[in-house]
């Protein structure tokens, strides 16, 4: 028997939600009465019209587009605005949209850090920023970012970003502190390994070869696979929904094994 989530006719806006766990994220929504802002990059209007479609024709709900470029602090407000000018409200912030370029330290300049964060941690704290007037005019809202298991530590290659989901943990459990009395709602997904698009075709790139998934150890890959899209995207609709409306400032691991059993070097390639 399924779980009605108190989803239908909620107003939700999913940052980069044209492919992989954002698109999951809208489609699962979609799936359970929401209506939704479909939100992709400039350039990517064809596959942002793509999903706002599949949401249409299969559910009994309905999305739009909207296109902007998160690392233009002004494109976060407006994004906002979009949303209430489709819409009227805006219940639901899902805050997925990220970039994660390969780099360690060396690799690290002051204009990598500044592009990451600017997309990872900026436009989320700017995008619910922008929320809060109309959150606080509905008496409340909810808002649910998308981390990453490297907040803890991260690999070599993914410092920068590593260090932009870890200031998404703090900044997700200041605002539920600072906001809660106002009704406002701030979770946090930590996914560990995800089979994304994105992911899978830098693995190819990296060398890994086009069979990387079903080739993947066990110690990265307790269960003999990773993560799939849908997967995440469960977890996020019901961090989202009613049962969970008192949840608050929490921090939750999508993960498949305790962080102590990972291994964080990874010297296999993988």
């Known amino acids: 028997m399924s779980v009605d989530l108190g989803l239908r006719n909620k107003i939700a806006l999913v940052t980069g939600s044209v492919s992989g766990i954002g698109e999951a994220i809208a489609r699962k929504l979609a799936a359970e009465g929401a209506r939704l802002m479909v939100h992709g990059r400039p350039g990517q209007a064809e596959a942002a019209a793509r999903v706002a479609r599949a949401i249409n024709n299969e559910s009994e709900t309905d999305a739009d587009v909207q296109l902007a470029d998160l690392a233009d602090p002004a494109a976060c407000a407006a994004l906002i605005d979009a949303v209430i000018a489709r819409y ?3 219940d639901l912030l899902v805050n997925n ?20 964060f600017a997309v990872n941690l900026r436009a989320p704290l700017l995008l619910i920023r922008a929320a809060l007037p109309h959150f606080r005019k509905q008496g409340g809202g909810r ?19 590593s260090m932009s989901k870890g200031g998404l943990t703090t900044m997700t459990r200041n605002l539920a502190d600072a906001h809660g009395q106002e009704g406002l709602r701030v979770n946090q997904l930590n996914p560990g390994w995800v089979l994304t698009d994105n992911e899978y075709r830098a693995k190819v790139d990296e060398g890994l070869g086009s069979e990387w998934p079903s080739r993947i150890p066990r110690q990265h890959a307790p269960a003999g696979r990773i993560f799939r899209p849908d997967e995440i995207a469960h977890f996020a609709a019901n961090f989202l929904g009613a049962q969970a409306e008192l949840v608050n400032g929490t921090v939750f691991d999508v993960e498949q094994f305790p962080l102590i059993g990972c291994n964080p070097m990874k010297a296999d390639g993988f």
């Open 97 to 116: 949209a990220g970039i994660s370029p390969r780099a360690d330290l060396p690799a690290t300049d002051a204009a990598l850090f500044d592009k990451i």
């Open 88 to 90: 009227g409200r805006i």
């Open 143 to 161: 808002v649910l970012n998308i981390g990453s298991i490297n907040a803890y530590c991260g690999e070599a290659a993914l410092l920068a970003y």
